[in-house]
């Protein structure tokens, strides 16, 4: 375990990790402190037991603050898998974590995101090059990707964790399946418009730039193009 989280490369982990080794360091020191033979043996366990619970809290505080940094919520589910392996040998209180996620997820992406929808879809921000139809194309699908991306790393967890049994994990589905919904049917209308449109624009290309008439035959423009 002590070797799986020293292999950790985790941004603000460093601390963590110099306790790990002072206490690593003091155990080989001390290799027969732990020998259950020893007279004193309760009070080197009950040391090495304080020692291990100072490191779970430290790990714990860790990983709360990365769900309340103002970062992607991908970045800290993926942060989050790499701790969930050493849960098997340390309380690391994954169950806690993953809940505090979805509510995080709830609020700060699916209800952002369902909020935006609603202010901004008759007229969504874009850049100013873009197409119309275009840019609402792509405002929706940055829209999606915001609410999609975390729920495929959060879906599989629930084979483990069971989280969207919970209250906030059926108010997450609940949520993004209205927002996804939404954004989709949104995305599919006005590529429809944009097929049409098209169509429109192949006809007008069939027809004459230039036509002969009045009785001298003079070319004029064909405005009806």
């Not at 009070?43 to 430290?58: P, Q, V, W």
Request: hydrophobic fraction near 40%.
């Amino acid at each position: 375990m002590l070797s799986k989280l020293k292999a950790l490369r985790v941004d603000g982990i460093d601390s963590i990790l110099k306790n790990l080794e002072a206490f690593e360091s003091n155990i080989k020191m001390r290799p027969g402190e732990l020998d259950y033979k020893r007279a004193d043996w309760d009070n080197g366990f009950k040391d090495f037991l304080a020692s291990i619970g100072r490191l779970e809290a430290d790990l714990q505080s860790f990983i709360k603050d990365w769900i309340e940094k103002p970062v992607p919520t991908t970045t800290v589910l993926e942060i989050l898998a790499m701790f969930q392996p050493l849960s098997k040998d340390i309380n690391l209180n994954m169950q806690e974590a993953y809940q505090d996620m979805l509510r995080r997820y709830l609020k700060q992406d699916l209800v952002v995101a369902r909020g935006a929808y609603n202010k901004q879809k008759t007229e969504p921000p874009g850049p100013k090059n873009f197409p119309p139809v275009t840019a609402r194309i792509a405002w929706a699908r940055q829209l999606f990707k915001r609410i999609d991306e975390p729920m495929m790393i959060i879906r599989p967890l629930q084979i483990e964790f069971k989280i969207l049994n919970t209250k906030d994990g059926k108010s997450c589905i609940k949520t993004y399946n209205q927002v996804g919904t939404a954004l989709i049917e949104y995305e599919t209308m006005y590529h429809q418009l944009w097929i049409g449109s098209v169509a429109t624009a192949r006809e007008s290309l069939k027809g004459a730039i230039l036509n002969r008439s009045g009785p001298e035959k003079e070319y004029e423009v064909n405005f009806n193009t």
